[in-house]
């Protein structure tokens, strides 16, 4: 099968030095494979879009000589298709009344990303009083064998998550009407035929809520490789929530070098170009990876 990687920054602010690498590790992953590599702008979440963030993503990728393979998805057009997906979800999914206060208050546990796990409030019907919020996708009961994702990852190896102990059942469709992020990927991940999902260590947290939508799918499960996301040196992940500024494209090589520093390939020959960065980079991947 052709190996097909993708980039997929949410356009909420510029390019980064941190979604840099992210965007670095997919490409000569894809290079190295020589695979198809793909942008796809996950501007779902309309309320934190950004104002022409996409397009200098677009033109700053462009300067470090990563071009899409493909014409760019937009997820803010695709909403029919969550629609359609989320429809075949329909056995396992229910209203939820819950506000974010009420859930936060329930003394459930807290999962791995900070929000409380869903305790299940409305898992048997919406008490009459209560209106549909949210739509939130059932997870397997803790004793159930289908609870416990595994997944072997190229970079962190084996990562499991019993999803009943870190989520609960989680949102599918927001409070606020926006597809959730998790639905969004899973199905433009299967549509785009993904085989290789190489992405910043943050998002493992929600490597097994995907694979499990994509089992609800009935889609083929795609490899996981997950970075070490970029830090500053008080150890504060770089991103734009902590006001990461953004990358500056006039010296494209160097940024691409440090970039590749921090993934570890500290062995690159000088380049002074990016097509010679480019050619010195993904050989060392490949080895690195044991890829022929
Ligand atoms: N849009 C997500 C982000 O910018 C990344 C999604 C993914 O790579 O699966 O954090």
Redo the contacts with the bound molecule.
């Keep these: 099968m052709l190996y097909t990687g ?5 356009p ?1 602010g510029p390019l980064h030095a941190g ?1 840099l690498v ?1 965007a670095l590790a ?1 490409y000569l992953d894809a290079r190295a494979h020589q695979g198809r590599w793909l942008i ?1 702008m ?1 501007d779902i979440d309309e309320a934190r879009t950004m104002p022409g963030a996409a397009d200098s993503i677009i033109t700053a990728l462009r300067d470090f000589g990563m071009t899409s393979d493909d014409d760019i998805l937009w997820q803010s057009k695709r909403k029919w298709r969550y629609e359609q997906a989320f429809a075949r979800l329909s056995a396992r999914v229910y209203p939820c009344g819950c506000s974010r206060k009420e859930i936060a208050d329930s003394r459930g546990s807290i999962a791995a990303d900070g929000a409380a796990i869903y305790p299940g409030t409305c898992r048997h019907g919406l008490a009459p009083e209560r209106t549909a919020r949210a739509w939130r996708l059932r997870v397997p009961d803790p004793d159930h064998p289908d609870d416990l994702i595994e997944v072997d990852d190229r970079w962190q190896g084996i990562f499991r998550e019993r999803l009943s102990a870190t989520v609960g059942d989680f949102v599918l469709k927001r409070a606020d009407g926006y597809w959730a ?1 998790q639905l969004a ?1 899973v199905v433009d ?1 299967a549509e785009q035929a993904v085989t290789d ?4 260590a ?2 493992l947290e ?1 490597t097994a809520r ?1 694979i499990y939508l994509q089992r609800q799918l009935d889609y083929p499960m795609p490899r996981y490789l997950h970075v070490p996301v970029l830090a500053n040196a008080a150890g504060v992940k770089l ?1 734009k929530q902590t006001g990461a500024a953004p990358i500056d494209c006039r010296r494209p090589v160097q940024q691409l070098q440090q970039a590749a520093k921090w993934l570890g390939l500290d062995v690159l020959p000088a380049a002074t170009t990016v097509q010679a960065f480019w050619s010195a980079a993904v050989p060392v991947w490949a080895q690195r990876f044991g890829i022929r």
């Design positions: 993708r980039f997929a920054p949410s909420t979604s992210a997919s796809r996950e992020y990927v991940d999902v190489v992405r910043g943050d998002l929600s995907q991103s």
